[in-house]
């Protein structure tokens, strides 16, 4: 089984900063999607930032020269370093892992339980 555990949400004033970890643990073979999205009440789960195998970095316009993702591979984990806070990024941030495991052959996409980012104006 694969899982992956997120940390790091909390509330913070606008113009505050938080960082997000997700850890993934399990019969993992290779990662070859690390990524954040959100889900705002009332609205549909977004992307927030993800890495792709080659270290190709994707952002969000709306989260672009804010929010920076990076990873640890040798520990399987990947984070969300979030400054400049807004109000509209108020949101449950979720992690994201497209990955294979051990004698698969498919890719198969997993989830975080999710992490409450509240920002106050």
């Known amino acids: 089984q694969v899982q992956l555990v997120e940390s790091g949400g909390g509330l913070v004033q606008a113009g505050g900063s938080l960082r997000l970890s997700c850890a993934a643990s399990?019969?993992?073979?290779?990662?070859?999607?690390m990524g954040w999205y959100r889900q705002a009440p009332g609205k549909q789960r977004e992307l927030v930032a993800d890495?792709?195998?080659?270290?190709?970095?994707n952002y969000a316009d709306s989260v672009k020269d804010r929010f920076t993702i990076s990873r640890d591979n040798a520990k399987n984990t990947w984070y969300l370093q979030m400054n400049s806070l807004k109000p509209e990024d108020t949101a449950v941030y979720y992690c994201?892992?497209?990955?294979?495991?051990?004698?698969?052959?498919?890719?198969?996409?997993?989830w975080g339980q999710g992490t409450q980012v509240t920002v106050s104006s």
């Open positions: 994201n892992a497209e990955l294979k495991r051990f004698l698969t052959d498919a890719n198969i996409n997993y």
């Open positions: 890495i792709r195998s080659g270290s190709f970095l």
């Open positions: 399990g019969s993992i073979f290779r990662i070859n999607i």
